[in-house]
């Protein structure tokens, strides 16, 4: 399907039409006058649709069900790389929260526009502003867009090619990666979260962005990634809060699970596969495992004591019932770990149990269940676990933890529940109970792939010489990842691709307490967004006070230092002083990085210009080699190291000076100040993606080109390439910013 669309005017709001035309598969004709702006939607009859309701269902109905049969030409158009991109990136952008979400980014809107002052005109802002609005306001007025989106967004930036005074886009479906035999095929996991908890900045850091930092870099590398994580909805804690909100169980899943999607895509996590474990795939991998290892004797039965609520009338799942440890007697463990010495026991072995619905004491009833034969398996999980820690190089906490378990010995592990709500156990005497969620939980990364890869799941799954699986949690899930779930592959007997890297961190707290969310203490995720404060602000701090080797704190006075420092006036201060001095001295084009002539008044330029480069590549491989072995700190702590060399180069070299005398020369040190330019965007994409994102825009360059396959600090921005007017990347928080926040999240007292 090919849309053409001809127009005299060159105006953002005919981009942003013909872009959405494109994008959504509906003929858009834009008419302007002089003092109004309207739009004009037409069905396939050429009938006009005056309801905005009617518009985006006739977009809908339009619609080719393949992307890669759309495409649209923008005719004789003049419109810079800045407004293209721009345009691009806001309406993918908005439709996308709003197919996902349900909810219009009125918020945000403006602010964008503000940040194109110098590029796009108060006319074209307010054209590009109505319009989108309008889109969001009917799509907002019933319409449900299938979930699309995601193919803008993964073919973005799409392909542009010039075919005479024709720009022809051509939007293409979005392909995953799979495993490539003779290349390196990372497969990286980010701990499930449980569907009803709002995640805080612990669980997102502990979690989901370090994972996406990893799953970055190693794109940039160019190994083929596949990124996995989704939402753990089943078990008691969802049937108990859906019955206090009035909805069923999967109601209550539904809900939550876009929230998640949400709060994750505010903070710019770049999943491959972002699914849950409420689906028919989870039900068909959950019971294959399951047969397999009771086909292999590694599957057996036994009566369990269980504690019962007779106030509630319930069994109480792990999470029901509190007491003391019964190894370390520290008070408030759940029935089934103690978050103060990481044991794990059954719940009839606290001490002083008490119901957590009611604080009943509840009652020890018998019941028959289904164990998981570990004894048995030991053998081979140990002789696994000792070549894959020291091969992989887990994180200390995973190796300590799995071998403290391996030193008391393992037992049997009970994996059927007396629920409802949970993955039906497929045998008989059996089915009116429900897979344990820690055994049935991870095998929700093998579900969504499956889900999202349907013809080639095994590829990434069950390919073990080809593929090295990166697994990334908190430190309090450890055993269920370096025991648990690699038994229940082991017993398959199938070659499964098995955990190649542990990366497991200490808590986060905040301002020296915990995270509560019932007391109000600490930022959860759905507060980020409302701070004022830019996702990648957030990502840096986070990852550069990640908790890889002890407990660390979220302090809002070291959060603005530390932005102040490094973003503010560091990588920011750096950036926007090189283009300034391009586009002041040579009217924004890139000079060469060679010099034709050498002469003595040249030599001290010339020596600190080589330290720098030189410099730079030993920073460069310090980098690569950190970020191989998952250090994430260490590699922060070297973009901060970049990013100071390059603000000294220049307070060295003094371009400015150097201008006065010999333009060719101070023309090298800015065009190497600009590579430098390139280079820390690309270091920095896996922690700041938005701040590259910006960067690149103003370097009219292509944030898809960065790459990090060869790991050579050189020249990238050729002679004669044109970089645009810089934009302020960040601005400072204000003083009265630390007070506002620790009052505002500082909890209940």
């Not at 977009?59 to 393949?66: E, F, N």
């Not at 609005?133 to 867009?145: F, K, Q």
């Amino acid at each position: 399907m090919r849309f053409l669309l001809k127009s005299s005017a060159n105006t953002v709001e005919t981009l942003v039409c013909e872009t959405v035309s494109a994008a959504l598969g509906v003929h858009l004709q834009r008419q302007t006058s002089v003092n109004s702006l309207s739009l004009v939607v037409r069905d396939e009859n050429g009938c006009e649709l005056r309801d905005l309701g009617a518009m985006c269902r006739a977009m809908l109905a339009a619609s080719p069900s393949d992307p890669s049969r759309s495409s649209f030409c923008v005719v004789n158009t003049s419109m810079n790389d800045q407004v293209v991109d721009f345009a691009l990136d806001y309406v993918v952008w908005a439709v996308k929260r709003v197919v996902d979400h349900q909810r219009a980014p009125s918020d945000t809107l403006f602010a964008v526009l503000r940040s194109l002052e110098n590029q796009v005109s108060v006319a074209e802002r307010f054209h590009i502003s109505v319009f989108c609005e309008a889109v969001v306001r009917g799509v907002l007025s019933g319409l449900y867009l299938p979930s699309r989106t995601r193919s803008l967004v993964r073919c973005y930036p799409a392909l542009m090619r010039v075919m005479g005074k024709e720009a022809v886009l051509v939007v293409r479906p979005p392909s995953l990666p799979r495993p490539v035999s003779g290349q390196r095929n990372i497969l990286v996991t980010s701990a499930l979260p449980y569907v009803n908890n709002v995640p805080h900045l612990g669980n997102i850091i502990g979690c989901v962005l370090s994972a996406d930092v990893f799953a970055r870099f190693a794109r940039l590398r160019g190994y083929n990634t596949l990124y996995v994580c989704g939402t753990d909805e089943y078990g008691t804690a969802t049937e108990t809060k859906a019955l206090q909100e009035g909805l069923t169980p999967q109601q209550l899943c539904d809900q939550y699970h876009a929230m998640h999607k949400e709060i994750y895509e505010w903070f710019d996590i770049e999943f491959d596969c972002f699914g849950r474990t409420t689906t028919d795939q989870q039900t068909e991998v959950a019971h294959d495992i399951f047969l397999r290892l009771r086909q292999h004797g590694h599957i057996h039965s036994a009566d369990v004591q269980q504690l019962k609520c007779g106030q509630c009338q319930r069994f109480l799942a792990d999470r029901f019932v509190q007491g003391a440890c019964p190894f370390c007697g520290a008070d408030g463990a759940r029935g089934d770990q103690c978050d103060a010495c990481q044991k794990i026991f059954r719940a009839v072995e606290l001490l002083e149990p008490r119901c957590s619905l009611c604080g009943a004491v509840p009652q020890v009833v018998t019941s028959d269940h289904l164990f998981l034969d570990l004894p048995g398996l030991e053998p081979r999980l140990e002789a696994w676990i000792n070549q894959s820690c020291v091969k992989g190089a887990w994180s200390s906490n995973s190796v300590a933890v799995t071998r403290a378990w391996l030193k008391d010995g393992l037992r049997s592990r009970c994996i059927t529940r007396d629920l409802e709500w949970g993955t039906p156990v497929p045998a008989e005497g059996y089915r009116n109970k429900v897979f344990y969620v820690w055994f049935d939980a991870p095998l929700g990364y093998i579900s969504i792939t499956k889900r999202c890869l349907p013809d080639h799941w095994q590829e990434w799954w069950q390919n073990p010489d080809h593929v090295q699986l990166f697994q990334f949690m908190g430190k309090d899930n450890i055993p269920f990842h370096s025991i648990l779930f690699p038994s229940s592959l082991l017993g398959t007997g199938t070659r499964w691709t098995m955990p190649h890297h542990l990366a497991t961190t200490e808590y986060l707290n905040y301002e020296r307490k915990k995270f509560s969310k019932s007391r109000g203490v600490g930022v959860f995720g759905h507060q980020v967004q409302t701070t004022g404060v830019p996702c990648d602000a957030w990502r840096y701090y986070l990852l550069c006070n990640r908790p890889e080797k002890k407990d660390t704190d979220f302090l809002w006075h070291d959060f603005r230092a530390r932005y102040e420092a490094d973003l503010v006036h560091n990588v920011g201060n750096f950036i926007h002083r090189a283009l300034t001095l391009n586009l002041k001295s040579f009217d924004g084009v890139v000079q060469p990085t060679t010099l034709t002539e050498e002469h003595d008044t040249r030599w001290s330029v010339l020596r600190r210009l080589s330290e720098f480069r030189d410099l730079m590549q030993k920073d460069l491989e310090e980098y690569v080699r950190s970020l191989e072995k998952v250090k994430i700190r260490d590699a922060a702590n070297t973009c901060r190291r970049m990013s100071s060399r390059c603000n000294l180069f220049l307070q060295h070299t003094q371009p400015w000076v150097l201008i006065k005398t010999d333009r060719a020369l101070a023309g090298l040190v800015v065009s190497w100040a600009l590579q430098g330019v390139v280079w820390l965007a690309t270091v920095l994409q896996p922690f700041m993606p938005g701040f590259t994102r910006r960067v690149c825009r103003q370097l009219t360059i292509d944030p898809e080109n960065l790459s990090l396959v060869e790991g050579r600090f050189g020249a990238v921005l050729p002679a004669g390439h044109v970089t645009r007017a810089p934009s302020v990347l960040f601005k400072p928080l204000g003083r009265e910013f630390v007070a506002n926040m620790q009052a505002r999240f500082a909890g209940n007292t």
